[in-house]
């Protein structure tokens, strides 16, 4: 049976204004994360992804704002909520870790103080915080934590440090963690182990998880379903497996055609071709259109539905069904 939902974003609007000039970063995206379950949000940089992550924990600061829809966390809804009342829900329930762990400590406190801090129940005791302060830093892969409690962010390593910034968001024992990028500032073979570990830590906690990535390939390893966002839009969204078997979006098959596996060898790894578009002059209908080899006249004039393209698969393109083709260039038998 499905688990419950524990979060729904329904139409969010984030925009940045300047004078009467809105720049939609995040533009009518929905979707919905059961309890336990990881939800990945990918896309090109600039798509919109940190912008929606951090629009449902409060994150957006002026010239930017929400300025529609709705986010649902177990029911109550966030957007528009104080900013007291966003940081409980912060706080407790719901975890973030970004790209540069840097940015989440503090420079200037020891590392032990950092995660005791973030213990949010008030009947510990100074010893039991520090015993839990250390377990935590054990779970997370830190060899010796009692004498690593006492240094400082500086005296560890990237990979070290995005481990301390998971142990500070996983002290207060969150349902929901948001992870923004968290391997991207790392080298590859940290990067594997820092998925690993949290592949395991959401199982452990039974958290659920939004990983936000611009590569799809990482994306695979860990997600149970997929949001594949191009300028600000939602374009495609569905369980991994069936986006990987059966990917409808032509923008989609160009993130698969770009993974280094759909390459033949001695193949170079090519960008998609063109820029991504400028998000204050949006084209008029499809945001895809001015690189999609496959649009035609309707995709510069008529912005593509939401459409159900397969089970919890969903795709916005005027010519999603069908076969890919070649100019898709995804690797897929024609
Ligand atoms: N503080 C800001 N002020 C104005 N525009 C912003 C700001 N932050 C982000 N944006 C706009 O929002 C778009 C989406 O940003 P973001 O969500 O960070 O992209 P990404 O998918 O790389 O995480 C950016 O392309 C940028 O145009
Ligand atoms: S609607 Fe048209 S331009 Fe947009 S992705 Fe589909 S075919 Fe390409
Ligand atoms: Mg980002």
Redesign the pocket.
Known sequence: MDKPVLLEVKDLK?Y?Y?GKHA?K??DSVSFSIREGEVFG?V????????????SLIGLI?R??RIAGGSIRYRGQELAGLSEKALTAVRGKEIGMIFQEPMVALNPVLRIGQQITESFKDPGLSGEEKHARAVELLRRVGIPNPEQRMREYPHQFSGGMRQRVVIAIALASNPKLLLA??PTTALDVTIQAQILQLLRELKDEYGMAMVL?T?NLGVAAQICDRIAV?YG?HIMELGPTRELFAHPQNPYTRSLLASLPVNKRKGEPLSAIPGT?P???EMPVGCPFAPRCARAQDVCFSQPPAEREVGPGHTCRCHFADGPCREEDDCGKPQ
């Open positions: 984030t940045f300047s720049l970063a995040v949000l896309g090109e940089s600039g798509s919109g992804k940190s912008i929606t992550c951090k600061h010239p930017g923004d990028e936000v611009h966002m600000g991504p400028n998000l204050g």
